[in-house]
């Protein structure tokens, strides 16, 4: 496989753009190599400017949940698109896709329409604070809630609870205000609820975290924190960028049958444009400005191209759950094909699967949190992706990401991606 016109793209790129890339991770440096330029990209495939072809398991990070390039999603952009790219006024399309998600999600009474996932989840901790008057947070180490300063706070070291921050260029200060958890612990989680807990504003988590690789919650574990939050009144965050209209229609909370005071998403409701929003109990929501004293504006929010981009895929998907079911047996499949794979050439790995999202973690030991999945072997990953690119399969380029399952992937792009990996094991086991 050639990748020279991609290799001197970014070359050119790196002249004009910090480290050539717009997201630190499509860099591709914990993989060793460049990026790829993407020319374009049609069901389950991209395609990069030195005329590669790919089955995409990436998938934007999480939006193109029905495939690039689907029918309805961009027949509705055009459309938008001819009356007039933004009013910054209101229109019917906002009403339309905050109506489907308030239909869809129960513990979502009323929605505000953000521009990303990091906007979404930022707002949602701001009204915590706002509503319960308190400025502790609980995070949980390995989750990922976007880059604003709350939330880029990462465990201290030693056995002390509090913080440290986890960027250059946040204050310090930061960090007092957020208490970093291990993910699945229930001691600790009680610990700091008996500690702290009329402290604590809000608890934000990915109700299966993803950003770590996937790491699925234990079971009770969500039941917990929900039981704690309301015990001390603080207000539980469900950040469901990644799973919102993922896991099931309803999301991870559907899926886990749980109510949150304030749910994030991302990703998947904006159809591939850049959108966000968060959304919760009314008497919360009530608190957001205009209404209430927590201000948060968006000059973008509510684009009629990104909400008709969202309300076509949302709406799809309303007519069409048995895509759930049907993404969930191609997790199936993949998964027990990698398994049986990596025994047949006795290579350890341990393989964590939530419906359409899955991480293949080079580790002998069950991967439950931030610890465990740090306890990879990374370089093992590395050429791990990198062989399974040159066989047509694009890889989220880090161990601590998800492969995307979606309902544009055949038969024959899994078949094809299970042979790939049978290749890259057989050859990993004479590495
Ligand atoms: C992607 C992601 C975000 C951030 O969304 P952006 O649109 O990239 O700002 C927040 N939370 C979770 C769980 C995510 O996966």
């Known amino acids: ?67 690039h390039g689907k029918a309805c999603v961009l027949d509705a952009v055009r459309k938008a698109a001819d009356n007039g790219l933004s009013f910054g006024a209101p229109c019917l399309k906002e009403t339309e896709l905050a109506k489907r998600i308030c239909d869809i999600v129960p513990c979502v009474d009323v929605v505000r329409m953000v521009n990303s996932g990091t906007e979404a989840t930022m707002s949602a ?13 609980v995070k949980f180490e390995g989750c990922y809630h976007g880059h604003s300063d709350s939330l880029l706070i990462k465990a201290g070291s030693g056995a002390a609870t509090f913080s440290t921050v986890s960027s250059a260029g946040v204050p310090e200060d930061f960090a007092r205000h957020t208490l970093v958890l291990p993910y699945n612990d229930l001691d600790a989680l009680s610990d700091a609820f008996e500690n702290y807990g ?28 929900r039981e704690l939050t309301s015990e001390y009144g603080s207000v539980f965050i469900v950040d469901e960028v990644m799973t919102g209209f993922r896991l099931s229609l309803s999301g991870a909370l559907g899926l886990f049958n749980i109510d949150a005071d304030i749910v994030t998403f991302g990703k998947i409701i904006g159809g591939g444009m850049p959108v966000g929003a968060y959304g919760g109990r009314r008497e919360i929501m009530e608190f957001v400005s205009p209404q209430g004293p927590v201000y948060q504006a968006g000059t973008l929010s509510g684009n009629p191209i990104a909400m008709a981009a969202g ?6 998907l309303q007519n069409h759950t048995e895509i759930y079911d049907e993404v969930n047996k191609k997790g199936e499949y993949l998964e027990a094909d990698f398994l049986k794979s ?12 939530v419906g359409s999202m899955l991480s293949v973690f080079f580790t002998d030991t069950d991967v439950t949190d931030f610890k465990t999945a740090s306890r990879c072997d990374t370089e093992r990953f590395k050429t791990y992706f990198n ?19 979606s309902d544009a992937h055949t038969d024959e792009d899994l078949e094809k991606t299970a042979r790939a990996f049978e290749e890259t094991i057989k050859i990993l086991k004479d590495c």
């Open 125 to 137: 901790i701001r009204l915590a604070r706002g509503f319960t008057g308190r400025d502790l947070i």
């Open 311 to 316: 309300n076509a895929q949302i709406e799809y």
């Open 1 to 67: 496989m050639i990748f020279a016109k991609s290799k001197a793209a970014f070359d050119e790129a790196k002249k004009y753009i910090p480290g050539g890339v717009n997201s630190p991770v499509r860099a591709f440096k914990s993989v060793g190599t460049h990026p790829l330029f993407i020319e374009r990209a049609e069901g389950s495939r991209i395609y990069d400017i030195d005329g590669n072809e790919y089955i995409d398991f990436v998938g934007s990070w999480g939006p193109m949940f029905l495939g």
């Open 342 to 353: 990596a025994a047949k050439y006795d290579i350890p790995i341990r393989v964590n699967r």
């Open 387 to 405: 062989l399974m690119l040159e066989r047509g399969v694009y890889l989220a380029p880090s161990q601590f990401e998800a492969l995307f399952i």
């Open 198 to 225: 009329d402290m604590i504003a809000g608890v934000i988590i990915e109700p299966v975290a993803g950003n770590m690789g996937v790491v699925p919650p234990k079971d009770g574990y969500l039941q917990k924190i």
